[in-house]
């Protein structure tokens, strides 16, 4: 069982659609980062966050400590949000790196 | 428009060949991580820089694979001898101190046949 998951693994959407991702896992952390990846590779960071909630034009990043679970929303969804999404954690103490998910394929038709 | 620069972006070669991967961190940046992409195991870390020392190489086969920074300008890769199944996407990230703050370079392909 992988130490992050992500919800879904694909998914299709219209454009305009309202978009949530989410990521849950099984060890208390002390911080999370949401990553986009493109077609063609580059990895870009969307959120850095350890509470509440942040948000950066059509995206919003939540968090929830005590549930271990972090959502990722997309408004208005477009063609150009198409890429893979991916959770990463950050576990305190000795375990000081990063453990990722497996990523969320987002196709956004136009 | 600082970023963090990886030589070659693409690289094939033959199984047994040696492989080098080069990383330019970001100016400033103190903390240098290596991470290999497949499609199955998703982003693994393979090692971890601070101040030029290494950190954390547990994720990497140290039969074959080394990582080193001659300088704080430069991270190095190497695979010796090289096999099929370590063809992936190899990623250089730097940062400038948290271990959640990375900025990724575009990543080295590379296909072993």
């Known amino acids: 069982k992988n130490e992050v998951e992500q919800s879904p693994q694909n998914l299709t959407a219209q454009e305009g659609e309202f978009i949530t991702i989410n990521c849950s896992y099984s060890?208390?952390?002390?911080?999370l980062h949401w990553l986009q990846q493109h077609p063609g590779g580059g990895i870009v960071s969307l959120f850095m966050?350890?509470?509440g909630k942040k948000k950066h034009g059509r995206l919003i990043a939540t968090i929830n400590i005590q549930e271990k679970h972090s959502s990722l929303h997309i408004t208005a969804s477009h063609p150009r949000d198409s890429a893979v999404y991916i959770c990463?954690?950050?576990?305190?103490?000795?375990?000081?790196?990063?453990?990722f998910g497996t990523g969320t394929l987002l196709a956004v038709q136009p | 428009d600082a970023r963090v620069t990886q030589t070659p972006r693409h690289k094939v070669t033959e199984m047994g060949q040696e492989v080098t991967m080069r990383c330019q961190p970001i100016?400033?940046?103190?903390?240098v991580f290596w991470y290999r992409q497949t499609m199955m195991q998703g982003l693994e870390l393979l090692a971890y820089?601070?101040?030029?020392?290494?950190?954390?190489d547990s994720g990497m086969p140290k039969d074959r694979f080394s990582a080193e920074m001659p300088d704080a300008t430069l991270a190095t890769l190497k695979i010796q001898p090289s096999e099929p199944r370590d063809s992936a996407v190899y990623f250089c990230?730097?940062?400038?101190?948290?271990?959640?703050?990375?900025?990724f370079g575009p990543g080295t392909r590379l296909t072993v046949l």
């Open positions: 060890v208390g952390i002390s911080a």
């Open positions: 990230a730097s940062g400038p101190g948290r271990v959640l703050e990375q900025f």
């Open positions: 966050l350890s509470s």
């Open positions: 100016l400033g940046h103190n903390t």
């Open positions: 990463a954690v950050l576990y305190g103490g000795a375990t000081n790196k990063l453990i």
């Open positions: 820089f601070r101040n030029r020392a290494p950190l954390d």
